[in-house]
C-alpha cells in the first residue's frame, strides 16, 4: 500500500520510473513477436505494390506523379496507422480477458500517466513499422524527401493518434470480435479513403467531400507532401485538424482510465 507522502509526490511530479517501466513493458511485448508486429506489415505494403504497381505503373497522371511515387508514401502510413492502432488496442483488450488489467491500475501511476505510457508504445511500434517499410520499399521505388519536418511531424501525431483511438477501444471493447470491428469497419475503410492509393479527386462527389472531413485523410496529405512537395488539401487546416482529433481523443480516453471505464468491473 502506497504511503501518503508518496501518493502526493506522484500528484505534484512525474513517476518517471514507472511512466518508463510500464512504456518498456509494452514495447517488450511486441518485440516478442516482432515477425508478426514488423515483419507482417512490411510484406503487406510489397503486396500492395506488387498488385497495384503493375496495374497502374504506366499511369503518369495521379497529382502530378508516377504512379509508385504516389503511392509509396500512402502505403507506408497506411502501415503505420494499423500498427499504432493495433499495439494499444490489443494490449489493453488481452489484460481485460486475462484479468490482469487491475494490476494496472493499482500501480503508483495516475491515469495520464498510463495513457502516455500505452500511447508511447503504440507510436513507437508504429515509427518502426514507418522505418521498416520505408527502408523496404526503398530496395524497389526511389524515394526522395522533400520536407522532412512535414513527415517527422505527421508521423507523430498519427501515431500519437492511432495508438489513442486504439486505448479508447481497448478499453470499450469486452472481446476481440469488438476490436476487431473497430478495426475492419472504421479503421480500414477511412484509411483507404483517405486517399492511400489516388487521390480523393477520383471518388465520386460525395465521397470526395466527405473525405474533407476525414483527419486520416489529412494525415495522409500532409505525410505525401513531405515526401512529394505535392498536397490535394490545405496543409494549416490539416495539422490543425489533426492536432484537436489528437486533443480530444487523448483527453477522453484519459477520462476513460480516470473514471475506471470497462476496466474495474
Known amino acids: ?135 523496404t520499399l526503398s530496395l524497389f521505388v526511389s524515394i526522395e524527401i522533400y520536407n522532412l519536418w512535414f513527415i517527422f511531424i505527421h508521423l507523430f501525431a498519427s501515431t500519437i493518434l492511432m495508438s489513442s483511438i486504439g486505448m479508447v477501444t481497448g478499453i470499450w471493447a469486452e472481446k476481440f470480435d469488438h476490436v476487431s470491428t473497430i478495426s475492419n469497419f472504421v479503421i480500414l475503410p477511412l484509411s483507404f479513403l483517405s486517399g492511400t492509393f489516388f487521390p480523393i479527386e477520383r471518388f465520386p462527389v460525395i465521397i470526395e467531400k466527405l473525405s474533407y472531413f476525414n483527419p486520416f485523410f489529412y494525415i495522409m496529405d500532409g505525410f505525401r507532401y513531405g515526401f512529394t512537395g505535392v498536397s490535394q488539401g490545405s496543409l494549416s487546416i490539416g495539422i490543425t485538424v489533426v492536432l484537436i482529433t489528437n486533443i480530444c481523443v487523448i483527453s477522453y480516453g484519459i477520462f476513460l482510465i480516470h473514471i475506471g471505464y470497462k476496466l474495474r468491473a
Open 1 to 135: 500500500m502506497n504511503s501518503p507522502e508518496t501518493k502526493n509526490n506522484i500528484l505534484v511530479g512525474i513517476n518517471w520510473l514507472g511512466l518508463k517501466t510500464l512504456y518498456l513493458r509494452e514495447v517488450q511485448r511486441f518485440l516478442k513477436i516482432i515477425g508478426q508486429t514488423i515483419l507482417a506489415p512490411v510484406i503487406t505494403v510489397l503486396l500492395f505494390l506488387a498488385v497495384f504497381g503493375i496495374v497502374f505503373g504506366s499511369e503518369r497522371n495521379i497529382a502530378g506523379l508516377e504512379y509508385q511515387f504516389f503511392l509509396v508514401p500512402g502505403l507506408i502510413m497506411m502501415a503505420t496507422l494499423q500498427s499504432a492502432f493495433a499495439n494499444t488496442s490489443t494490449s489493453i483488450i488481452q489484460q481485460k480477458i486475462h484479468d490482469s488489467i487491475l494490476d494496472l491500475l493499482v500501480t503508483p501511476l495516475n491515469s495520464i500517466e498510463i495513457a502516455i505510457s500505452l500511447i508511447f508504445g503504440g507510436v513507437t511500434r508504429g515509427v518502426l513499422v514507418a522505418l521498416s517499410t520505408t527502408i
